[in-house]
């Protein structure tokens, strides 16, 4: 059980375009969810933390109106980047914590994205 | 704020034997918990061990434990037997509670890159 998945898998998109992530917990109610970004070789960075019903907590220094979090159901979290630019081109990774389990992330497989 | 620091980029071993990853954490919160995570080429994140900050017995999963020295604020991950499929890269994390309002953020290290050579 605990398993979260992503899509797509990797979408490459023209500069100036939007594109939705999707981020579900198959087998579980995740009331929390978080959304990192990851570059070669390197750690994740957290995002921005996506609570059921509520507006997403976004970490400093990352633009809330360049990265759309939506949490609308206790299964399903989507990441839009909008007007994305070549620097945006990253691994996007989401995790989900289940619903009454205070410690533990499950990680989706992480969304590749080339923008053009 | 917390901080979480793995000082070796890149490690090898030999197959079959030992290798120890270090990771260290800067917190004043005296409840948290301490994570390892591998993540092999395939991207895909994998807990690998975890540690309740409050235990002091330390944490161990078949050929993988830890030294948790809590007044030292290190964390570190030995594997027992290396094998081909632990290459991969292991961040170390942190995450600190709230109580029952846990935010349940992780703070990763920036990472070691292990290759088990055979």
């Known amino acids: 059980g605990a398993v979260v998945s992503q899509h797509p898998s990797w979408v490459i998109c023209k500069s100036g375009t939007s594109v939705k992530i999707e981020c579900r917990s198959l087998d579980f109610q995740a009331t929390t969810m978080f959304w990192y970004r990851q570059f070669p070789k390197q750690s994740l960075m957290l995002m921005a933390t996506s609570n059921e019903g509520s507006k997403a907590t976004y970490e400093q220094g990352v633009e809330k109106d360049k990265f759309l979090i939506n949490h609308a159901s206790l299964t399903l979290s989507t990441l839009t980047v909008t007007s994305a630019h070549p620097e945006d081109s990253s691994f996007y990774i989401c995790?989900?914590?289940?619903?009454?389990?205070?410690?533990?992330?499950?990680f989706g497989p992480g969304t590749r994205l080339t923008v053009t | 704020a917390q901080t979480v620091t793995q000082s070796q980029p890149e490690m090898s071993v030999q197959e079959a034997e030992t290798v120890t990853l270090s990771c260290t954490y800067d917190t004043s919160e005296s409840n948290y918990y301490l994570f390892w995570y591998k993540q092999p080429p395939s991207r895909q994140m994998i807990l690998v061990i975890r540690?309740?900050?409050?235990?002091?017995q330390n944490a161990t999963e078949n050929r993988f434990s830890v030294n948790f020295q809590k007044a030292a604020k290190s964390f570190s991950l030995k594997i027992s037997d290396s094998q081909l499929g632990d290459t991969a890269m292991y961040f170390c994390?942190?995450?600190?509670?709230?109580?029952?309002?846990?935010?349940?953020?992780?703070?990763f290290g920036q990472g070691t890159t292990l290759q088990v050579k055979p």
């Open positions: 994390a942190f995450m600190k509670l709230h109580g029952s309002s846990n935010t349940g953020k992780l703070i």
């Open positions: 995790s989900a914590r289940r619903q009454g389990v205070s410690y533990e992330q499950y």
């Open positions: 540690q309740e900050a409050y235990k002091q």
